[in-house]
């Protein structure tokens, strides 16, 4: 019997996070990323304080049509307080929103994608 979990096409898991890194679907990134369903790109954020709504734009374009339900948000080495203005604009959109440490968000996320939630990820380099 496989027990392999299955993905759905395109999407995109993260494989490892290191200091200064994340390798998702074979690619190294060295910044920090927004994943959703299919894409991974470039979030300009060096930390929590530093997000913006703007900066979730995609995110939340996503939650408008429909594509992403919840964002996991990783905060980079310990769990924050999502900013109430974005946790405003998420619920605005239908996305709901949790914040942890960045490894414990690749965790979440991964277990999310493999059981075809929509989901996505905001994830602060380490």
């Known amino acids: 019997m496989d027990l392999t979990p299955k993905l759905a096409d395109g999407a995109k898991v993260v494989h490892r996070y290191a200091e ?4 998702i679907g074979g690619e190294i990134f060295p910044h920090s990323v927004l994943v959703m369903p299919g894409v991974v790109e470039a979030w300009q954020v060096a930390d929590l304080a530093t997000a913006s709504v703007d900066s979730l734009e995609p995110v939340l374009a996503a939650g408008r049509a429909g594509l992403v339900e919840v964002l996991i948000i990783g905060c980079g ?10 946790r405003e604009a998420l619920k605005a959109a239908g996305i709901g929103v949790e914040g942890m440490d960045t490894g414990a968000a690749a965790r979440t996320y991964n277990v999310m ?4 939630r ?9």
């Open 118 to 126: 929509k989901a996505a990820a905001a994830l602060i380099v380490l």
């Open 113 to 116: 994608t493999m059981e075809d």
């Open 20 to 23: 200064g890194r994340f390798r």
């Open 77 to 86: 080495p310990r769990t924050q307080l999502v900013p109430r203005p974005l």
